[in-house]
């Protein structure tokens, strides 16, 4: 045998020994982790963030592809993309073991799943807006029509903290119509930067909540996968914490 065959197999023989350990240390049993993230910017982000702490997706990134379940086979994850209102559906089932969605979905789907961190990006607030003079309807607790794409958090808001009764009216988007046309007094809605509001002549009367984008994971993954689910979530924060101190 040539003196570099003798080399070449025993590297290969070093090259599976580290392999097969690698594997051992990952739990080459180890089933998939899959991932449910909310479609659109929310899930550009999410992906960032896992990139950062080395659990990024090659897969995904291909503009092209038609796939929808999307696979890291050297660290056994899986992800998807579906539309926000869906994400908690998926991991309350157990087909996602972890999710990334907007607080404001998982208030108003409030499905049994752990709310395990704020990833602190998708900063925004739920609120109470509609024309100045809407105010005094509020103030004095009357009757009035609210319209929302978020008519869970409206009644509770209504219901349960302001004991106010209102009529609810479901919207699917564009909701600032309702004060306009008269479909309703108020809205309850996402306010960001304001422009919406501020270029159809309305304003934020009250504040109902904060909201960014929040990790979810399912109750029993929770304690099947709690090693890595943990180390997961302590990345994430130790991301966020340099992201912050180096500011
Ligand atoms: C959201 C929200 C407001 C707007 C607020 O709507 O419902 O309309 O963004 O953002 P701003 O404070 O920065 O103006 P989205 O764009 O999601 O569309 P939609 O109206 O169809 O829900």
């Known amino acids: 045998m040539h003196f570099m065959d003798g080399f070449l197999c025993r590297n290969w023989y070093c090259y599976c020994l580290l392999r097969n350990w690698n ?6 049993d ?12 929310l899930a550009k982000k999410a992906l960032q963030m896992f990139e950062q702490i080395g659990i990024g997706c090659e897969e995904m990134k291909d ?4 796939k929808l379940v999307f ?8 992800f998807f993309l579906a539309k926000g209102p869906d994400v908690p559906t998926y991991v309350e089932y157990g087909a ?4 990334v969605v907007g607080k404001d979905t998982i208030m108003e789907e409030n499905r049994r799943v752990y709310e395990v961190l704020d990833l602190g990006f998708g900063k925004c607030r739920m609120c109470v807006c509609g024309p100045e003079s809407a105010g005094e309807l509020l103030k004095h607790h009357e009757m009035i029509r609210v319209a929302s794409k978020y008519p869970n958090i409206a009644k509770e808001y209504f219901y349960n903290k302001k ?8 919207l699917n988007g564009s909701v600032e119509l309702g004060p306009m046309v008269e479909l309703s007094d108020v809205i309850v809605d996402i306010v960001e930067t304001g422009s919406t509001l501020k270029e159809n002549g309305l304003a934020v009367l ?7 984008a929040r990790m ?3 109750q029993v993954s929770m304690q099947m996968q709690t090693e890595r689910i943990r180390k997961l979530i302590n990345d994430l924060k130790q991301l966020s914490s340099c992201k912050t101190g180096g500011e």
């Open 23 to 28: 594997r051992k240390e990952m739990g080459e």
């Open 30 to 41: 180890m089933r998939y982790l899959t991932f449910a993230l909310g479609k659109g910017r």
């Open 63 to 66: 503009k092209d592809s038609r």
């Open 71 to 78: 696979v890291n086979e050297e660290l056994k994850l899986r």
């Open 96 to 99: 996602a073991d972890i999710g």
């Open 163 to 170: 004991h106010q009764t209102v009529d609810i009216i479901k």
């Open 206 to 212: 009250e504040e109902i909540c904060p909201l960014s």
């Open 216 to 218: 979810i994971v399912n």
